[in-house]
């Protein structure tokens, strides 16, 4: 029987709960900080702003990142930009209407006073990084420029150039610096998590793997935070890098952390198409050029395929037989509908026969009115970097023929479950960013991550972790010798025995390609009970190849990344199956979710609120057991839950 | 197209490393560098033998993970690009391409073509940032920045931090890394209070790590794929100049 989870939401008015609960959080004295230990694994944006925040507060922090510097994290290929709800164009932003905006584009399926929280410390998080040195883009009299994003009718988005993730980046790295050079954070780069450590229900450390020495060491601490991003690289091809995983996700969940939502995920609309078989990842072009860029595709299969066989320029196409599919489909947003509404409308195009490039498999992204309306050199300035970069790939100009883009995996909504506190099920065990699954429901909005991995790194968590630590005042930290290390410890080892023991030889990367196409087919854009359903024999055919046939040459005491690799696989193999149960048990569209048994005549998602409209959490019951399904219900007090339209 | 590919091996980082021959065919043009070396590891394994080590990660050009130095160039015979945004339909068909890691006295190398740019953290911990504290910022509209100043510091702050400069200079000299980060900072008001402590500090540590001095060569700036000048070093030099003159007054 499903449990209910209570997810601790304060008391009080919407607008004053975040508030009045810092009122209520207990704090820790200055002298007593020094004394507590903190492990944060993950530098991304999450990770290094966190760590950065305890260690000014004086907690003693450890951090731990798989790169070989924390500058390296994903966080770091963030285009677009950062939302806030500022109103420096005096077009009617405000907190409220972030909020509605955020909570419209999940579909519904995110918790409403967390939501809430997120756009109300979204402007601190615009001033501390000014503070900080982030050279946002200005305009000519000084001022903070503005971008829009999908899923918004104001110009809320803060940017520098096309990197501002790489610039926020830069500077949540700065403040870890900085604490590093105080002596309150020590970080350890090249070392993965493999196992949390709990001890009578509480986080109480890690295991690591030193990826140069492929030793295995014990860390121990007051409390644990994860902040390892999301697990889009399921799917092989996505817009992560590729050292992305969700290894430590997995283990917490093997631990007790129960997983919310695994089954939601984004697929990014602007990516550039897949070329070949030995493509190893894909590159997303900007969601900010959909400010200037249209979307479209011939209005006749047959140009589409002239198109294809490439004896058709896009530019031969006179307009009127131009099928701007989504200013037609969608007037009120036009090309700037949120992302899940964008990549569904154009695999729709591509699977009617409408699509171009050689393999049918793309949609053009046309630059040339705005070249005609705002000149090359606004465009140049706007978009220069991503400009250049399709080039470098695509060996195409983008200032004479449009684009070509595709759909590409890019972003999990899903992630450890977290109570109003950002702590999971394990006390003590907190999860922030993309790890978690609290804001974002259905749907990310674009420029949302950015905001979020730093509200909860710099203005959340530095005030609930302390109220945890309060309670844990005086108490030592357990010994490396304690029988749970050990054991946690020794079962790391043995797993990497069994590993190197398999002897196969199938490079992890033929496995995993397998495991990506199997996900993209029936857990992608697109998703059916058959489908889905069929899927659990291909990923225990998967499994039982993994275990016989994965060949890891070399040797576990030195660099080896092909184990690295493995290590991920088999996690990513486990999680799979959850993501396609998830998927499998909500049968409802909603966001990226898209059951094609619940549609509208139009092809929209169908929502079904009176059965659906809860997070599912799924706790680990054990190898061959089936994970137990824990419902938190959604309560929308503060708006009327509608029918989402961006028509 | 097939290449003969001519690769630095290197168990650890003290054993002592060689170049191995290894032929690759059935590569496509499309096909990224990195992409061309994940096939030929593929092949290793199935041939059960010890693949070759390379950092790597978003492979879109912004984490400044990759490095490799490729026919005697860092980041291969392009410019301004990273080893990830290289492809092959840059090399003539059939030819040999020699690929080594990053060189020099304070990158050590770990394993094959993987090297320890540890240094370059410790730089930016002597004084890479701003010194304000979370929850105390004020509006961000209280300062404004001249778009020229905010794009001159976007410029200088596009440093992935790679160390292709390093590995291109003579001297081993980390000079316009270092530049980049005292230049982006300097150039904004909300680093300026810092900008002559940050300069030397960041200068004393990067001549304790080993890193060599600048001769004004200039090929830092050739080789950087961030297409960062040499003007910033100037006014590095002008920051840590007039740190020195204080304290001379002092």
């Known amino acids: ?647 | 197209m097939h290449f003969t590919l001519k690769i630095w091996r290197q168990a650890a980082p003290r054993a002592k490393g060689c170049f191995e021959h290894y032929a690759i065919d059935q590569v496509d043009g499309d096909t990224s560098f990195l992409e061309m070396l994940d096939m030929l590891n593929n092949k290793l394994v199935k041939e059960n033998k010890e693949t070759i080590a390379f950092d790597h990660d978003c492979r879109e050009g912004i984490c400044g993970a990759c490095g490799l130095y490729i026919n005697g160039r860092p980041h291969g015979p392009d410019d301004g690009i990273t080893t990830c945004q290289l492809y092959m339909r840059r090399f003539r068909d059939g030819s040999e391409i020699t690929v080594e890691p990053f060189r020099s006295k304070a990158f050590p190398v770990i394993k094959d073509l993987m090297v320890n740019r540890n240094a370059f953290d410790k730089i930016l911990q002597a004084g890479g940032f701003v010194s304000v504290n979370t929850g105390s910022a004020p509006e961000a509209h209280t300062t404004l920045v001249s778009r020229e100043k905010a794009e001159e510091s976007m410029d200088a702050s596009s440093c992935i931090g790679c160390g292709a400069c390093v590995a291109s200079c003579k001297n081993g000299s980390a000079m316009l890394f270092v530049a980049s980060r005292v230049s982006a900072l300097s150039l904004l008001p909300q680093g300026k209070p810092e900008a002559s402590r940050r300069a030397r500090a960041m200068v004393l540590k990067m001549d304790e790590l080993g890193f060599g001095s600048c001769t004004n060569i200039g090929t830092c700036q050739m080789e950087c794929p961030k297409k960062i000048t040499v003007a910033h070093i100037a006014r590095l030099n002008r920051e840590f100049l007039y740190c020195k003159h204080s304290d001379l007054q002092e």
């Not at chain 1, 924390?70 to 806030?84: D, F, K, L, M």
């Not at chain 1, 400009?387 to 983008?398: A, C, G, R």
């Open chain 1, 1 to 647: 029987m499903a449990g209910i989870l209570n997810a601790k939401i304060p008391e009080g008015p919407l607008d004053q709960k975040w508030t009045l609960h810092k009122e209520n959080l207990k704090t820790v004295s200055p002298a007593n900080r020094s004394r507590m230990h903190i492990i944060v694994v993950g530098t991304g944006l999450a990770g290094a702003s966190a760590a950065a925040a305890l260690g000014e507060q004086g907690y003693r922090v450890n951090v731990f990142c798989m790169g070989d510097s924390p500058r390296r994290a994903h966080s770091v290929s963030a285009q677009g930009g950062i939302n806030a709800a500022k109103n420096y164009r005096n077009d009617n932003d405000s907190v409220q209407r972030l909020f509605m905006d955020t909570l419209k584009g999940g579909d519904f399926r995110s918790r409403e006073a967390n939501v809430f929280r997120l756009a109300e410390v979204s402007n601190a998080i615009i001033d501390h990084c000014v503070a900080l040195g982030v050279p946002f883009a200005r305009d000519y009299a000084g001022y903070l420029d503005n971008r829009s994003f999908g899923g918004s009718q104001v110009s809320r988005t803060f940017y520098a150039r096309g990197q501002t993730g790489q610039q926020l980046l830069l500077a949540a790295y700065g403040a870890l610096n900085r604490q590093v050079a105080l002596g309150n954070v020590t970080v350890h780069c090249r070392h993965q998590m493999m196992d949390l450590v709990v001890i009578e229900g509480q986080a109480k450390g890690i295991i690591t793997r030193d990826m140069v020495t492929g030793r295995i060491e014990k860390y121990p601490a007051h409390a644990v935070v994860l902040a390892t991003g999301g697990y889009s690289n399921v799917y092989f091809l996505s817009t992560n890098g590729m050292s992305s995983n969700a290894s430590a996700l997995v283990q917490c969940w093997k631990n007790g952390a129960f997983f919310a939502n695994p089954g939601f995920v984004q697929i990014h609309p602007t990516c550039i198409p897949v070329h070949g078989t030995h493509q190893s990842k894909l590159t997303l072009m900007s969601e900010s050029l959909r400010n200037d860029g249209r979307i479209w595709v011939p209005k006749d299969k047959s140009l589409a395929k002239r198109l294809q066989e490439g004896s058709l320029k896009p530019s031969d196409i006179p307009e009127d037989e131009r099928d701007y599919y989504l200013e037609r489909r969608y007037p009120a947003y036009g090309n700037l509908v949120p992302r899940d509404v964008a990549s569904r409308a154009a695999k729709e195009r591509c699977d009617a026969g409408l699509g171009v490039n050689k393999t049918g498999k793309a949609v053009f992204l046309d630059f040339e009115k705005a070249l005609e309306t705002k000149g090359r050199e606004m465009i140049e300035r706007k978009y220069g970097n991503l400009f250049q970069m399709y080039e470098k790939i695509t060996d195409e100009n983008p200032y004479k023929e449009p684009m070509q883009i595709f759909p590409a995996m890019h972003y999990t909504m899903g992630g450890l479950w977290v109570d109003y506190n950002l702590m999971t099920t394990i006390k003590g065990l907190f999860a922030i960013g993309e790890a978690n699954f609290s804001d974002h429901g259905a749907n990310r909005l674009g420029a949302s991550a950015l905001m979020q991995g730093l509200a909860d790194g710099f203005f959340i968590l530095p005030y609930t972790l302390p109220d945890y630590l309060s309670t844990k005042i005086g108490e030592l930290l357990p010994e490396m010798a304690h029988p749970a290390f050990v054991q946690a410890s020794e079962k790391v080892k043995q797993r990497i025995r069994n590993l190197m023991e398999i002897r196969g030889r199938t490079p992890v990367d033929d496995l995993h390609r397998q495991l990506g196409q199997l996900m993209w087919e029936h857990a992608g854009i697109i998703r059916s009970a058959q489908g889905l359903t069929e899927t659990f024999d291909g990923l225990e055919v998967l499994r039982e190849r993994f275990g016989k046939e994965t060949g890891i040459p070399g040797s576990d005491k030195t660099v080896n990344q092909e184990l690295e690799k493995a290590l991920h696989l088999e996690d990513f193999l486990l999680l799979a199956g959850l993501m396609v149960r998830d998927a499998l048990h909500r049968k409802e569209s909603c966001g990226g979710h898209f059951r094609v048994e619940s549609q509208t005549k139009d092809g929209e998602t169908l929502r079904n609120d009176k059965e659906f409209q809860y997070v599912a959490a799924w706790e680990y019951k054990g190898p061959g057991s089936e994970p137990e399904l824990h419902k938190e219900p959604l309560e929308f007090r503060y708006i009327h839950v509608t029918e989402r339209k961006y028509k």
